[in-house]
Structure formats: C-alpha cells, structure tokens
C-alpha cells in the first residue's frame, strides 16, 4: 500500500472539548477488501469518531479482524440499505450530537468531520450536509488518495451549496444531527440498495432546518461495481422508486410541476438515455438493456396500479 504521509493527520480525541461527538456508520454488502480500505481511510480522520458501526447482513461482510476493523462495531440485521443504515442509527448512544454515513467505497480527506462538523456547529439553521465529490466513479483507491492529496479545496472558507442540484444530501456521504435523524429514519421501503433514499431523506429533514452540500468537506466515490444488484432491478427501481416518493407526498416541487417532472426528466429522459446507451454499447457494467426492461415494467406496473419499490425483489 502507498504511503500516506503526504496528507498531514493529527487526529483529536473521539469526544472533544466541545462536546460534538460523532457516530460513523458503514452499510456495506459483499466486498470487505473495499471495506477495509474505506475504513483506513475513516480511521485518519483528524476528527475521531466516537462510535464506528458497520451494518451488515450476514456475519460473512463483516470486516476482517485487522484490516482496520479494531474497536469497530458489527452489527447484523435486515438487508438493504435502508433497514441496515437504522439498525445502526439505533444503536447510537443519546448523547452523540452527530450521525456521519458513508458508502463502503469511499476515500474522503483527512479533514471531512472536522470541517463538517465545524461548520454545523456554527451554523445551527442547517441541519444536514453532504460533501463534494472531487470524482464520482471510475477511479482507483491510489488515483483517489492522490487526487486528495493534491487538492487544497478543503483549506478554503467553508460554503454551503443548497440550491439547484445541490439542494439534496448524497447518501455515500453525509453528517447529520442526531436529533432530527432519529426522527426522520431512512425508509425502510426501499429494499436492497434503496434507490433514492438520499433524496428521500433530504425532503424530510428539511422541516428541521437546510440541508445541502458542503465546499469544503471534500473526498471521491468509487462507485465500486461489485456485488450490486442487476441493471433490470436497478431501471425498475429508478422509476418505481419516485412515483412512490411522488404518492407519498415527498417532492421538491409543487404538486402539478412534480408530476411533470416525473413524466419528462424521470420517465421519458431516463428511458432515452438507457436506451441509447444500449445501443450505443457504452457503460456495458450497468447492464443498460436490463435497465430498460426495468424502467419499461416499472411504467407498466404504474399504469396497473401495482407499482411498488419492493417489487424488484421479485424480479
């Protein structure tokens, strides 16, 4: 493994002077090499965490004695990520003030908690904030800790983005308080890789104050393919999945312009751009035929009335 010296780490205990202590919770599912490089990564926090859990499944994705996994917590419940990210959310103490998630496939720098956790401390009106994602898929762990290391963004004032694209968390990343988390939840409806939970979770918490994307709380997301589910479960669920944030009332717009919405940008634009993608050959690993299909039922069972985020287990 490359050496890490060349971002400077000077961790501070796991419960500081100011009281602000922080929960890390892992969901992870079938790659504990990838886990253990991510939890590396979370170890050199130059905030500390008070409490790491990793949530699992099956004993079988629990991290390996040694490969970082030393004082970190394994719990084991229903899958999905979702069901396994509250099943951690229960076990954290009263008195942690902050909930911290990531994705198992994750390197952020050094300096993420402490300047999330900064930031909301002096800014109590905002709520929850997800990072920047300096690179979003296709990367290497090394490419990512160099990409890091080469990165000044997170000496710069902090900034909170909260309009446009950036008005929702994105749940490979994401500090939360305490408080209205244990409120709010994930939804536990959305099964094996909860499709849109992080928007989802977005709305809801905003009744508690802001909600949006950090600048200077930065890190990379692989976006590992490993032991994800299938292109046709994954199409079913991006349409199946907002018609049911749609019917429950969760939606960024009005109600007349929601429906547009999910008409032109979820429906007929997702489909357009799987299908040319087919065609066209690209990104072979995310299965685009299989995502129309899915995509295609999805509408189908909409027009029945059968629609439901669940029924991807069935297919």
Known sequence: MEAEAAI???PKPATPPDGASVAVIVATKGRPEI????????????????????????????????????????????????????????????GVKYIAFFDDDVEMHPSYLENAVGFLEENPDVVAISGIMLADGNISREAARTLLEQDATWMQAAALQDRGRHHILYACNAVVRSGPMRETMFDENLPLYSYGEDYD???????FGRVGRLSNAIGVHLQAQTARVSGRRYGYA?????????????????????????????????ICLN?????????????????????????????????????????
Request: hydrophobic share 40%; proline share 7%; net charge positive.
């Open 8 to 10: 400077p780490i000077t």
């Open 275 to 315: 299908f040319r993608n087919a065609l066209a050959g690209r990104s072979p690993q995310r299965d685009p035929w299989g995502q129309v299909q899915g995509n295609l039922l999805a509408v189908a069972d909409i027009m029945r009335g059968r629609s439901s985020p669940d029924r991807i287990l069935d297919l």
């Open 201 to 207: 979770l977005s709305l809801r918490l905003k009744r």
């Open 35 to 94: 886990l253990a490089e991510t939890l590396r990564s979370l170890r050199r926090q130059t905030r500390r965490a008070a409490h790491v859990y990793v949530s699992v499944s099956s004993a079988a994705d629990a991290p390996v004695a040694g490969d970082g996994a030393e004082g970190i917590i394994v719990l084991v419940g229903s899958p999905g990520g979702s069901a396994q990210r509250n099943t951690a959310i229960r076990q954290v103490p009263p």
């Open 238 to 270: 991006t349409i199946a999945n907002n018609w049911y944030f749609l019917r429950k009332g969760v939606c960024h717009l009005p109600a007349p312009w929601s429906y547009v919405r999910f008409v032109l940008i979820v429906v007929l634009k997702c």
